[in-house]
């Protein structure tokens, strides 16, 4: 038995398929062996990873994945006054956060032209005429044609919206592309170069290159050319130039919110009706329209408080007025989330979203201002800027014993919304400025000079201009150019608090005021007016005859006597004088929470001349601006308490904390008695005197006119164009709800206040009296 089972395996061994196989077991169990050795080693990595080492990869795992992400926030709104309707406190919007649209149409889509044209022609008349202010219908008719003027405009909804179904018509029909801009800064020698290939299609405009794809039939050459002066490929060239639809044509950008309902309600219903048969596709207009977002800060009332609010420029940076002065709050701080991102950096999951993360949402600031009370004291002044041929107005009213500002109105004014456009030019032209030289005077006016001159845009044009001098000014023959709202980005400028002025005779009733109030004069105080005073080499003179002779100081007051003045501050005397002025709030900032506000310092009363002291009785050598005389008004009506002057009622905050702006430091200035004796004295005035231009029948107000003349190269200059107009005034006297100051700069058809800040003066005291329900005086 042993040696049978030797023989067989001595045979097996022997045996070469044994051999094979076992060969073949060997190698298996080798790769088995190393795919063990390879899995446990996994196996020890991965639990190294994810026990072991896990805060370490964990960590370095959420460094790439987690991230910190900035969160838009809104930026705050700024309202009017709160309004009390009985029902409910209301406030209107003058500036928020919203997505307006760009209307747009696709001119190959299919549908009714016809009726496409009449539906666009209502759009684009109301934009541009009945939800902006009327008299702006013209300047933005024109915006929209893109032409510089029209000789024959008539304010007619009929020539309007001819003007508007033109243009349309030429939009809505246009299914080719025909205008593609290659660039715009393009150096002197590639604009030569391309000129001189001289391709049917390209125009040149400066240093822009325009291509017309319609026109230019495209070959290997003058591509390759082309493309390499342009420093382009020519494949990105070819694609550029290539013929084809115009499947874009932009119709109006920013819609109003009304429009872009009525769009949107329009697609809607044409869409479900279309969908349900009732309307075919070819009989619609809804495939037509193409609106896209315009995330934009939004000024609902367009111009109407500009100065006041201010805007938000292209980097998101509030300039001027509130917007400007309240940035940092406004504006708020983008809130954080911690997020998982996928492999694009998109966030796919919110980690944490705490609330006080998101608390960075900007402020709500409700104003002083009565929004009926800007938008129709800006109408007035407007109108009266135009009459008067003055080269602006401001008024100011306030509310003395709070010291609310009501009204701020500045002409000329811009549109916030499109705040940009005041930089349009037009020309000068002999039927609109007939006599330059006094046209003219206080504008920026321009003259051409390609070698001093600086770049503008005129119809779509670079020219280069300079500031014309004052012989240009007056030579017929030069061409010459000036904004069209008079001063450019100049009406940017709040000029009721930044806007430094000689007030003139207005200042006499603090003149007055600080008299009576020394005890230097009283109601019954009489000095002999003899016309004149002479002080150095200077002689100063009133205005009127009337002044002439021996005369109470109320009587000054009345007309307005210079002399009867420069006695009061004779012997009042500089240091009390000074004392005074100062107190009254001159040489110093109101500080009222607008951007923009300036003063003019006092000087040293140890400093001043006998001229000085003199002058300043009258309201010569000293500067202030519309806000101050307001101020110092309040004080007048408000017993002789000096109120600081707000535009700002409440700020609110994102977590509902509110700050609210009560009326503060108040200070006594004058004794009440004086208060009252002056008012006595303006009212007189209003009846007997100059001021009479400011009464309003039924009501008695404290009124007082002022003329100064300019400051020009050291002299006072005298004639039409060389005065400030002001008028300054309160009512009821009884018990004042309002101060009122007008200021004209260079009036033509009078050179006087009482003739023309007076009258309007009186429209703005008949229009407070009857918007605030005041009742008639007593007789």
Not at 289 to 313: A, W
Not at 425 to 440: A, F, G, I
Not at 489 to 515: F, H, Q
């Amino acid at each position: 038995m042993k040696e049978k089972f030797e023989n067989l395996i001595y045979k097996i061994r022997r045996n070469k398929t044994f051999h094979n196989i076992s060969g073949k077991w060997q190698n298996i169990h080798t790769i088995m062996l190393f795919f063990l050795f390879c899995f446990s080693a996994l196996i020890w990595k991965l639990f190294s990873y994810t026990v072991i080492e896990y805060d370490f990869y964990n960590g370095l795992a959420d460094k790439q994945q987690i991230g910190t992400f900035s969160v838009p926030v809104n930026r705050g709104i700024i309202y009017s006054s709160i309004e009390k309707d009985g029902k409910n406190d209301k406030a209107s919007y003058f500036a928020t956060s919203i997505n307006l649209y760009n209307l747009a149409i696709d001119p190959t889509a299919t549908g009714n032209k016809e009726k496409l044209g009449e539906y666009l022609v209502d759009l684009v008349y109301n934009e541009i005429c009945n939800s902006k202010i009327k008299a702006k219908c013209k300047d933005n008719l024109l915006k929209f044609l893109k032409v510089i003027d029209l000789e024959d405009f008539e304010n007619t909804p009929e020539y309007v919206k001819k003007q508007i179904t033109e243009k349309l018509s030429t939009r809505i029909n246009q299914t080719k592309v025909t205008s593609v801009l290659l660039g715009t800064d393009f150096t002197a020698d590639q604009i030569a170069k391309i000129q001189a290939l001289n391709i049917r299609g390209f125009y040149i405009n400066d240093n822009s290159i325009y291509v017309n794809p319609e026109e230019y039939t495209q070959t290997e050459e003058n591509l390759a050319k082309v493309s390499n002066i342009l420093l382009m490929t020519t494949e990105e060239l070819k694609q550029i130039t290539k013929k084809r639809e115009l499947r874009y044509m932009p119709i109006i950008n920013k819609l109003s919110i009304d429009s872009s309902e009525k769009v949107k309600d329009t697609i809607r219903e044409q869409n479900e009706a279309i969908s349900k048969g009732i309307l075919s596709k070819e009989s619609s207009i809804s495939s037509f329209f193409i609106l896209s977002e315009n995330p934009s800060r939004y000024y609902p009332e367009n111009s109407v408080g500009s100065q006041i609010i201010g805007f938000l420029d292209n980097a998101g940076v509030g300039r001027y007025g509130i917007e400007g002065y309240f940035n940092g709050i406004l504006k708020g701080n983008n809130g954080k989330i911690v997020a998982r991102k996928d492999v694009k950096g998109r966030i796919i999951d919110t980690i944490s979203l705490e609330k006080d993360d998101l608390i960075g949402e900007g402020v709500k600031i409700i104003t002083t201002i009565d929004r009926n009370v800007q938008q129709k004291i800006e109408e007035i002044l407007e109108k009266g800027v135009k009459k008067y041929q003055a080269n602006k107005g401001t008024i100011v009213v306030t509310e003395p014993k709070t010291g609310k500002i009501l009204a701020m109105a500045n002409y000329p004014t811009y549109d916030i919304n499109n705040y940009s456009d005041v930089y349009e030019l037009e020309k000068v032209t002999r039927s609109k400025y007939p006599n330059p030289s006094v046209d003219l005077l206080g504008y920026p006016v321009f003259v051409e000079d390609s070698t001093e001159g600086k770049k503008f845009i005129y119809d779509n044009k670079e020219i280069f201009l300079r500031e014309a001098t004052t012989e240009e000014l007056g030579n017929s023959a030069l061409v010459k150019y000036k904004y069209k709202n008079g001063y450019g980005a100049g009406v940017y400028r709040n000029d009721a608090i930044s806007s430094l002025y000689e007030p003139g005779s207005i200042m006499k009733a603090i003149t007055m005021a600080i008299g009576i109030d020394t005890g230097e004069i009283d109601a019954n105080s009489k000095y002999n007016d003899t016309g004149s005073v002479k002080i150095d080499q200077f002689e100063i003179k009133n205005e009127s005859d009337r002044c002439l002779g021996y005369h109470s100081f109320e009587h000054a007051l009345d007309f307005s006597c210079n002399v009867g003045m420069i006695r009061i501050f004779q012997r009042v005397g500089k240091a009390l004088v000074a004392e005074y002025l100062e107190s009254f709030g001159f040489g110093e900032l109101t500080g009222v929470d607008l951007e923009g506000e300036v003063f003019a310092p006092l000087s040293s009363w140890e400093k001043w001349s006998m001229a000085n002291l003199f002058t300043k009785s009258y309201g010569l050598g000293i500067a202030a601006t519309p806000l101050q005389m307001a101020t110092a008004y309040n004080i007048l009506a408000n017993g002789g308490v000096y109120v600081k002057p707000k535009i700002v009622e409440k700020i609110i905050y994102p977590n509902g904390a509110e700050i609210n702006y009560k009326t503060e430091e108040k200070r006594r200035v004058i004794k009440e008695s004086t208060s009252q004796l002056v008012t006595k004295m303006l009212h007189s005035g209003s009846v007997n005197g100059f001021a009479k231009t400011g009464a309003v029948e039924g009501y008695s107000i404290a009124g007082k006119t002022g003329t100064a003349q300019i400051l020009y190269k050291g002299r006072y200059q005298s004639g039409p164009g060389w005065t400030n107009a002001s008028y300054g005034g309160y009512g009821p006297i009884e018990d004042p709800k309002f101060v009122i100051i007008v200021k004209l700069e260079r009036p033509r058809t009078s050179v006087y206040g009482a003739v023309t800040s007076g009258e309007l003066f009186k429209e703005v005291a008949t229009y407070l009296f009857d918007y605030y329900g005041i009742p008639k005086s007593k007789k």
